[in-house]
């Protein structure tokens, strides 16, 4: 079957770093989508990667090994309004979006 | 300048009922999703159409039935509502069309409470 593991939960420090991890065992893969979802929100996009390597963008980050089936959101320099659940989601090979369960990020002053 | 609009957007109903959400963008995007997340906070697909053609049907009750009059709008039927019904719904669109990877861009959410 196919599978997305993600942590439920996790706690930072407001201004350290933190790194949310995303594991995957799909048919196939064809990239990988990281969304944020606020409380009572719609999920809104942060960041695609199919080849192997770190997307920078700002404060968040993304890697991908598709070798080993796994990824990271990586988010520096935290701020209270990062609070929020994080979505992994991979879009196997017939391009259907298969979704984590997300982790819910409690940042703290 | 809304994207992806959905209502409504609070919808409170007793079991038994039955009622509709509708959902329109104003992207230009092909595809269409409704997504039920329910308290655990689980994303799930329920249905996705292209270019107003059902290409995602994953189980779900037949009491859901989805229309797309047209590839902006794909609006939710749902009839004889359940307890188990309550969840937030959100309709969803991308540019995807089997062959690319375009991510999706969500409506706010409708929020089924059922009494």
């Known amino acids: 079957g196919q599978n997305i593991d993600q942590p439920t939960e996790m706690t930072a420090t407001e201004g350290a770093i933190v790194q949310i991890n995303c594991t995957y065992q799909t048919s196939g893969f064809n990239g990988l989508f990281w969304y944020q979802q606020h409380a009572g929100e719609a999920p809104t996009f942060l960041s695609y990667n199919v080849l192997d390597g770190l997307e920078e963008k700002g404060r968040f980050s993304s890697f991908l090994s598709r070798s080993k089936g796994y990824s990271y959101l990586l988010l520096k320099e935290l701020q209270m309004k990062d609070s929020a659940s994080y979505l992994c989601?991979?879009?196997?090979?017939?391009?259907?979006?298969?979704w984590g369960a997300g982790t819910k990020l409690i940042i703290k002053p | 300048d809304t994207a992806v609009s959905q209502t409504p957007k609070y919808l409170v109903t007793q079991m038994g009922n039955d009622k509709s959400i509708k959902c329109e963008q104003n992207l230009g995007h092909d595809t269409m999703y409704w997504y039920k997340q329910d308290s655990k906070k689980f994303l799930k697909i329920m249905f996705s159409y292209n270019n107003k053609e059902l290409i995602i049907n994953e189980t779900v009750p037949n009491r859901f039935s989805p229309k797309s009059p047209d590839k902006a709008h794909l609006n939710l039927h749902i009839n004889s509502l359940e307890l188990g019904d309550s969840a937030v719904y959100f309709c969803a669109s991308s540019q995807a069309t089997g062959h690319s990877n375009q991510p999706q861009h969500f409506g706010d959410g409708t929020r089924l409470s059922i009494l």
């Open positions: 989601a991979v879009t196997d090979s017939n391009y259907q979006l298969i």
